[in-house]
């Protein structure tokens, strides 16, 4: 059973500091997402990471694969309050997404 | 281009009632998916279909639970006989092709309360 983890599941960080959420997954996949979620929201989109080495950035976000590490990173730069959201990682296992238990961001001034 | 569009956005309903939840992909979206969120959790899978299949139900309670989504309409996944942990909002997704060639959009949820 393929199981993905999220770490920190919570995080406070200051305006302007820099900071990485981590997603771990146990099985195979080349396929990895990114979503945010506001407060009593929908998920918005963020990333899709389709290959080995696959880098996005958009804005103060930067996500990042490595399917042999089975490790994706979500990278946070000058952290604005804007960014307080819970963001997921979702992994594609036969043509479903399975989600992480995401992690609630706090960004304070 | 609207949205995934789920109805209702709240329904409140007292054990042993039914709860029906519908989603209406985005136009020229053939998969749907269900998933649920307990409150402070991730999302759960809970079903993948296409029209009038159901491809994996894998996620679902075997009692109570069913999903279906037909030629013409929208998907409807009903939970009979609705128990206090049933309590959660379930957001619908949709997707043009498999995801793995695509991304998936979700709607903005339907939030259950069972007193």
């Known amino acids: 059973e393929l199981k993905v983890e999220q770490n920190p599941l919570f995080l406070s960080m200051q305006e302007g500091k820099n900071y990485t959420i981590y997603c771990n997954y146990s099985?195979?996949?080349?396929?990895l997402y990114w979503y945010r979620q506001d407060p009593g929201k929908s998920l918005e989109s963020l990333f899709v990471?389709?290959?080995?080495?696959a880098v996005k950035q958009e804005g103060r976000l930067m996500a990042s694969l490595d399917t042999k590490a089975r490790l994706s990173t979500l990278h946070i730069t000058a952290a604005v309050h804007d960014l307080s959201a819970t963001y997921f990682c979702a992994v594609l296992m036969a043509d479903k997404l399975i989600f992480g238990t995401g992690t609630r961001l706090q960004v304070f001034p | 281009n609207a949205g995934v569009m789920q109805n209702p956005r709240h329904l409140v309903r007292r054990r042993g009632q039914e709860a029906r939840l519908r989603c209406s992909p985005m136009?020229?979206?053939?998969?749907v998916y269900w998933y649920r969120q307990l409150p402070e959790e991730g999302l759960k899978f809970m079903v993948y279909l296409q029209k009038e299949n159901i491809i994996d139900e894998s996620g679902m309670p075997k009692e109570r639970f069913s999903a279906e989504f037909p030629k013409e309409g929208p998907s409807i996944l009903r939970i009979q006989q609705v128990v206090r942990g049933d309590s959660a909002a379930y957001f619908c997704?949709?997707?043009?092709?498999?995801?793995?060639?695509?991304?998936?959009?979700f709607g903005e949820g339907s939030r259950l309360t069972v007193l």
């Open positions: 099985t195979t996949s080349d396929r």
């Open positions: 997704a949709s997707s043009r092709l498999v995801p793995n060639t695509g991304e998936l959009f």
């Open positions: 990471l389709l290959s080995n080495g």
């Open positions: 136009k020229g979206h053939s998969h």
